[in-house]
T-cell receptor, first 113, second 113 residues
Framework: DAGVIQSPRHEVTEMGQEVTLRCKPI?????LFWYRQTMMRGLELLIYFNNNVPIDDSGMPEDRFSAKMPNASFSTLKIQPSEPRDSAVYFCASSFGAQKPQHFGDGTRLSIL | GESVGLHLPTLSVQEGDNSIINCAYSNSASDYFIWYKQESGKGPQFIIDIRSNMDKRQGQRVTVLLNKTVKHLSLQIAATQPGDSAVYFCAEIAGGGADGLTFGKGTHLIIQP
C-alpha cells in the first residue's frame, strides 16, 4: 500500500519566494496533519484537518503560512513570502480518525537562502 | 550569537541486549501515546501505541509501559539489532478532541556490534 506521499522531497529557494509543499494522504484516512521539524524546536504541529476541514491552526507560525485541503486526497502548505528561518523539514501525516496512529511521509527538506 | 540545537540524549547498547528508552510527559490530560522511530532522511515511523486505560502493551520485540501516576512512558526493545539504530520519539495526544501529536525531544539509540 502507498504511504503518505510528499513532494517535493527537497526545495531550495531564495527568500521572498512563494513555496508550496504538497501531500497525498493514505487513501481512506480522514485526518491530515502538517508538522515541522527543526534542530532548535524538534517536531511541532502546524495544522490539522478532519474530513478536509481545518480544525486547529494554532501552530501555524505566521500569516505567511497557509494550508488547504481541497479534497480528501490532497493538501498543500504554502509559505509566502518565505524567509530563511522557515528552513526546516516539513512532514505531512494522516490517520483514520481521532486518536489513531498517524502515518508520516518522508518530508520536504526546505532551505530558504 | 551561536544557535544551539536540541541535544538528544543518547543510549548506546550492545547488539543483542535489551534497550529501554524513557519519556516523561507533562500533560496529565493526555490519554493516547505513541512511540515513533525516525531514521536519517525519513519520516517518523509508527512503532506502538497505548491508551491511558492501559499500563502495558506488547508488540513484536517491543513493549510500552505507561505510568500515569508519575507521567512516564517507556519503550523496551528486546534483542536489539543494528537496524534498531535511530532516533526514538514519544508522542502524546491530549483528550478533549485535540488530535495533534505533541512530540518529546527524542532519544538517539546506537547499537554497538
Amino acid at each position: 500500500d502507498a504511504g503518505v506521499i510528499q513532494s517535493p522531497r527537497h526545495e531550495v529557494t531564495e527568500m521572498g519566494q512563494e513555496v508550496t509543499l504538497r501531500c497525498k494522504p493514505i487513501s481512506g484516512h480522514n485526518s491530515l496533519f502538517w508538522y515541522r521539524q527543526t534542530m532548535m524546536r524538534g517536531l511541532e504541529l502546524l495544522i490539522y484537518f478532519n474530513n478536509n476541514v481545518p480544525i486547529d491552526d494554532s501552530g501555524m507560525p505566521e500569516d505567511r503560512f497557509s494550508a488547504k485541503m481541497p479534497n480528501a486526497s490532497f493538501s498543500t502548505l504554502k509559505i509566502q513570502p518565505s524567509e530563511p528561518r522557515d528552513s526546516a523539514v516539513y512532514f505531512c501525516a494522516s490517520s483514520f480518525g481521532a486518536q489513531k496512529p498517524q502515518h508520516f511521509g518522508d518530508g520536504t527538506r526546505l532551505s530558504i537562502l | 550569537g551561536e544557535s544551539v540545537g536540541l541535544h538528544l540524549p543518547t543510549l548506546s547498547v550492545q547488539e543483542g541486549d535489551n534497550s529501554i528508552i524513557n519519556c516523561a510527559y507533562s500533560n496529565s490530560a493526555s490519554d493516547y501515546f505513541i512511540w515513533y522511530k525516525q531514521e536519517s532522511g525519513k519520516g517518523p515511523q509508527f512503532i506502538i501505541d497505548i491508551r491511558s486505560n492501559m499500563d502495558k502493551r506488547q508488540g513484536q520485540r517491543v513493549t510500552v509501559l505507561l505510568n500515569k501516576t508519575v507521567k512516564h512512558l517507556s519503550l523496551q526493545i528486546a534483542a536489539t539489532q543494528p537496524g534498531d539504530s535511530a532516533v526514538y520519539f514519544c508522542a502524546e495526544i491530549a483528550g478533549g478532541g485535540a488530535d495533534g501529536l505533541t512530540f518529546g525531544k527524542g532519544t538517539h539509540l546506537i547499537i554497538q556490534p
